[in-house]
């Protein structure tokens, strides 16, 4: 029987790219995020490619109710297998005695409240079924912390220790609990953390190669795909040309 996979922030990026290689694998989807024309257009894609069954629920993780209404009331009681707690962002980069308060509060409430709301609602469905996989797409940021990076990498040191707390409490319960943490990966998400600001957005992957969406669904999808024994507790994912969150070999350089 295919397996049921909820993906959160499915419009773009990381969650995008696993909705397509979860499709690719037979999994049943489940897909949120803020944007629906992007979500329908991503459904009826997957399911004439793949011929997979999706569906599409476009709230904001960040309101309780939403994702209270969208657990309780949208997904009815089938099992659900695997939860990739994807949706999150970056909002800003600057020194916290400079920084702006809402960014902070839309950083805490989609990366930590957001995660923390959906899983508090779907990991009891998986306590009773005794079985299933929470994957939470983390950071290096969630390891290292790195200058102007404050309250962002606040934010994925919180997914780590969830997750961390997660696999505690529920490895005696047939749950598996991955944290992915990545490095620098191109998508929207600089454009979205520079508010827009395109070329500032670029300078980040400027002369070096980054990691690509489908680098780490890649993972994602190795993580899920593995034998029910095994458990792939924590994965730090860096392009080559990266050592660490503040070290970058660029082209440029001799
Ligand atoms: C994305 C990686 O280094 O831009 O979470 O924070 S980084």
């Given amino acids: 029987m295919s397996k049921t996979a909820i993906i959160t922030g499915a419009t773009a ?4 790219a696993t909705a397509i290689e979860f499709a690719k694998l037979g999994y049943n989807l489940i897909l949120t995020g803020r944007r629906k024309e992007r979500l329908q257009k991503l459904q009826s894609e997957l399911e004439s490619k793949y011929r997979t069954s999706v569906s599409v629920h476009a709230f904001d993780i960040q309101v309780k109710a939403e994702v209270e209404n969208f657990c ?5 009681d089938k099992t659900i297998d695997i939860l990739v707690n994807n949706a999150g962002l970056a909002s800003g ?11 902070w509060e839309k950083m805490i409430d989609t990366n930590v409240k957001g995660l923390l709301y959906i899983t508090r609602e779907i ?3 998986m306590v009773a079924q005794q079985s299933g996989h929470i994957i939470n797409v983390g950071s290096i940021a969630g390891i290292e912390v790195y200058p102007n990076g404050n309250v962002y ?3 994925k040191h919180a997914v780590h220790a969830i997750s961390e707390g997660l696999r ?6 047939g749950i598996r609990v991955t944290n992915i943490a990545p490095g620098l990966v191109e998508t929207e998400f600089s454009i979205v953390r520079f508010h827009g600001d395109e070329k500032r957005a670029s ?3 400027d002369g070096m190669e980054a990691l690509t969406a489908n680098d780490i669904a ?18 730090l994912v860096l392009p080559t040309n990266q050592g660490s969150a503040t070290q970058v070999k660029r082209k440029s350089q001799p």
């Fill in 218 to 235: 890649d993972c994602i999808a190795f993580a899920a795909t593995r034998p029910k024994h095994v458990n792939i507790a924590e994965m």
């Fill in 93 to 103: 980069l600057s020194p916290l005695h400079e920084g702006d308060v809402d960014d």
């Fill in 13 to 16: 990026g990381i969650g995008e």
């Fill in 153 to 155: 990498c606040a934010t």
């Fill in 72 to 76: 309780r009331h949208e997904i009815g």
């Fill in 203 to 205: 300078n980040v992957y």
């Fill in 123 to 125: 990991a009891p469905r």
């Fill in 168 to 173: 505690r409490e529920l490895y005696d319960k």
